[in-house]
C-alpha cells in the first residue's frame, strides 16, 4: 500500500518503455525466486517466479532473469502501462516454507 | 483461482485491548503464513503453520500468537495490542509442495493502535 512507499527506490518510465527493475539476494542456496506486484491499498500479487535450474523465464510481457553466479534477479516489463504502476518485490526461498522479501521498488509510469 | 480472504480491511482498537485477525483460504492450501508490513521494513514474517494444530514461528512472533483449528482458517492474535503493533497485516498461503511455491496474499489488514 502507500505506506509501503516512503522509503522505496523508484523507476520512473514513460508508457510504452521497457522497465528493468532489479533485485539482489543474498542467499546462494536459495532455489526458488518470486516477483510480486503490489498496488496501493492490495495484497501483494504473484507475477512469475523462476527456479535456481533456471537462467530465464517468460510470461505474458514480463521476463525474469536470474543470474546465480552474482546473485542478481531482474523484472523486464515489455511496453510498461499505466496499470503496471505498483511497488515490485522479489521473494527467494531460503529453504524453510516462508520466503524472505526484498524491500521492493515503486515503478512509476508516465503517461 | 485461489482466493484469501481477511477478515477486515482496517481496524482501529485501544492499547491493552485483544485483537483477532482472520484469514481464510479456499484452496485446500497446507501453509498459511501471517507477515507485517512496515515502511522501509519489507514484510516480515510473524508466524506460519504448515498443518491444522501446527504452527511455527517467524521472524518476529514477541507480542502475537496464532491459531489454526481448520486447515482453511489462520487466526492472527495480538494478546495486548500496543502501538509499535500498527501496521498493514498480510495473511498468505501456499501448497505444501516442498519448499518453493509460490504464496498466495489476501488484501491485507491495516490495523491502527491507538
Known amino acids: 500500500g502507500e505506506s509501503v512507499g516512503l522509503h522505496l527506490p523508484t523507476l520512473s518510465v514513460q508508457e510504452g518503455d521497457n522497465s528493468i527493475i532489479n533485485c539482489a539476494y543474498s542467499?546462494?542456496?536459495?532455489?526458488?525466486f518470486i516477483w510480486y506486484k503490489q498496488e496501493s491499498g492490495k495484497g501483494p500479487q504473484f507475477i512469475i517466479d523462476?527456479?535456481?535450474?533456471?537462467d530465464k523465464r517468460q510470461g505474458q510481457r514480463v521476463t525474469v532473469l536470474l543470474n546465480k553466479t552474482v546473485k542478481h534477479l531482474s523484472l523486464q516489463i515489455a511496453a510498461t502501462q499505466p496499470g503496471d504502476s505498483a511497488v515490485y518485490f522479489c521473494?527467494?526461498?531460503?529453504?524453510?516454507?516462508?520466503?524472505?522479501f526484498g524491500s521492493g521498488t515503486r515503478l512509476q509510469v508516465q503517461p | 483461482d485461489v482466493k484469501v480472504t481477511q477478515s477486515s480491511r482496517y481496524l482501529v482498537k485501544r492499547t491493552g485491548e485483544k485483537v483477532f485477525l482472520e484469514c481464510v483460504q479456499d484452496m485446500d492450501h497446507e501453509n498459511m503464513f501471517w507477515y507485517r508490513q512496515d515502511p522501509g521494513l519489507g514484510l516480515r514474517l510473524i508466524y506460519f503453520?504448515?498443518?491444522?494444530?501446527?504452527?511455527e514461528k517467524g521472524d518476529i512472533p514477541e507480542g502475537y500468537s496464532v491459531s489454526r483449528e481448520k486447515k482453511e482458517r489462520f487466526s492472527l492474535i495480538l494478546e495486548s495490542a500496543s502501538t509499535n503493533q500498527t501496521s498493514m497485516y498480510l495473511c498468505a498461503s501456499s501448497e505444501s509442495t516442498g519448499t518453493g511455491t509460490t504464496q498466495y496474499f489476501g488484501p491485507g489488514t491495516r490495523l491502527l493502535v491507538l
Open positions: 521473494a527467494e526461498n531460503t529453504g524453510r516454507r516462508a520466503l524472505t
Open positions: 542467499n546462494s542456496a536459495s532455489d526458488y
Open positions: 523462476i527456479r535456481s535450474n533456471m
Open positions: 503453520s504448515y498443518d491444522v494444530k501446527m504452527k
